[in-house]
């Protein structure tokens, strides 16, 4: 599991995790998904973007890189759609 350095975006922060979802065996690669969380405050608690704002298609994938940059752009459109209720 690693963490992302965290982002800032229109006032909130973005945090991602990138997770292992398999173990590795004999000729078979670690998969990663990709989770994000954003706050209005870096020191607060940071609150999950609800997986029904997931961008869909495949969400696992071989690299951390790429789960991170995932969840960086489902807490995007998240952030977005928050701020079109406003």
């Known amino acids: 599991m690693s963490e992302g350095a965290g982002e800032h975006y ?3 922060y ?3 995790v990138a997770r292992a979802v398999n173990h ?5 690669t670690s998969l990663f ?3 994000a969380t ?5 020191g607060s608690q940071y609150h999950p973007v609800p997986p029904d704002q997931h961008l869909g298609d495949d969400q696992v994938f071989g690299t951390e890189f790429e789960a991170h940059r995932y969840a960086e752009k489902a807490a995007r459109r998240y952030i ?6 406003k």
């Open 10 to 12: 229109k006032g909130y």
């Open 14 to 16: 973005i945090r991602t």
């Open 24 to 28: 590795p065996r004999e000729g078979m």
């Open 33 to 35: 998904e990709g989770v």
């Open 38 to 42: 954003i706050s209005l405050n870096p």
């Open 80 to 85: 977005d759609k928050l701020e079109k209720g």
